[in-house]
């Protein structure tokens, strides 16, 4: 089996640092039910003081300072038996350190990270097409979406800003051994 894992609040824990760095760096006040009212790229009202604000984020260094979620790791070596492939939005500019710092953090790490704006077409769902992509797992409503609709089935992890989104090809999982525990039902046909 071909899977596809997102980094950010998926494996990474990331939303709760980044709305902080935010607050610093701009001197407002951002909680997360902006972001769900929101969504990610309207946050601070246009794509681009988005892609700057990210930019500043990963240029500071704390991107890598963050910790890997416990029930990942947990799960790991479970899932580490499948063809695993990181599909990201996380900008090209430093993939090497992405990958140290995944290593640093995962026991046995060696998968490919695949960056959806290095794709030419700029999507998750552009790479999942390419690699034959079984199964993506998402925690972007708007990413498992379009995978969705488009016949790749998805393991969206739930987080606030994702509960709208519904779909007969999403799997709606709480946690890494919900996912794992689905995964396994479904490999086996059940």
Known sequence: MKIGIDIDDT?????????????????????????????????????????????????????????????????????????????????????????EFLKSKIKNFNSDIYYSQNHPEGTKLAICNDLGIDFMIEDGPNEAKLCAENGIKVFLLDKPWNRKIFHENIIRVNDWKDFLSKFKEMKNGN
């Open 11 to 99: 494996i990474v824990d990331f939303f709760e640092d980044f709305l902080s760095f935010c607050n610093e760096d701009l001197k407002i006040n951002l909680g997360m039910e902006d972001l769900i009212e929101r969504g990610f790229w309207n946050l601070l009202g246009s794509r681009e003081k988005m892609l700057n604000i990210l930019k500043k984020y990963i240029d500071s260094g704390r991107i890598y300072e963050r910790n890997v979620f416990e029930d990942f790791l947990q799960v790991f070596e479970e899932l580490n038996k499948e063809q695993i492939f990181l599909i990201t939005a996380r900008s090209y500019d430093k993939p090497k350190k992405t990958k």
